[in-house]
């Protein structure tokens, strides 16, 4: 997926930045330009003032040729990291520290190496449409980043892709299709008993698809939150008479299913993303909401 300019300024500006580069030989002002610029992952800048300074004093080409190419590769690595190419950029990361290493430098490239790899793993996992895998993994990066707010919103751009109601989704032996998302508050004619917050009713629909008669039960579902944070599904106690099956009915080898669950969610919480894990088959993710 292509990273936004906002995504690219945050993220190199924490990981490649270079404090303490300097140009022994030449004007404060130049030094001071090129050391803002370096700080900055302005590549393109320092590259332009290194040519400056060679047009200037062309004796010192050799001695500035290496900080040269090291930012030439650098803009590369910016090119390919916006437009998402992960692979690219690790390898174009790899020809910096080895050709041209820079010990303050590197330690920072390196950490931003290691983000990458975990954020093209995140990406396979989309373009697979294992949402749930590329959702934890972006948990896991989040927390190691401390909630960092571009990371945070990347995570709340990969759940806004997940389909939703309507869409069919194949997971195991089971086609299931959200039909209906109900918020009745706190009370539901359809839930026994009083929500904690109020209720989130999903009513769905699912084809058994395998060979032989089979059911499905609360413990195949579950809810999360867009911070995360997981919901236990409940039965519905009053399907009789409105189109529905209690869970746990039996469906014959090519029926469908019709049913719902219900989870108590705090008030007011959104981008709710219903979680279904059939016995047999990976965990696919539906949004609710």
Known sequence: MRRSSLWLSIFLAVALTAPGVSLPGFAQ?????????VDAGQWQTAIDLIDQIVQQQPDR???LEPYRQRYVLLVEVDKAFQAGRWAEAVALIDQVTKEYPDPKGDVRLKALRTELEKLAKVDAAVAANDFQSALNQMDDIIKAQNNRPDLVN???????RIPGPGKAVKAGNWTITVNQVQAPGNKSA???????GEWLI???????GSGQETSLGATEFGAYDGEGTGYRAVGLSAEAGRGLQPLGTKAKAGTTLRSGIAFDVPKGSTDYQLVFSPAGGSPVLIRLR
């Open 29 to 37: 002002s130049l030094n001071e330009q090129f050391q803002k610029a």
């Open 61 to 63: 080409k050799g001695d």
């Open 154 to 160: 990347y995570r709340k751009a990969i759940a806004a």
């Open 190 to 196: 359809l839930v026994s008993g009083e929500a904690k």
């Open 202 to 208: 999903v009513l769905f629909s699912a084809q058994n």
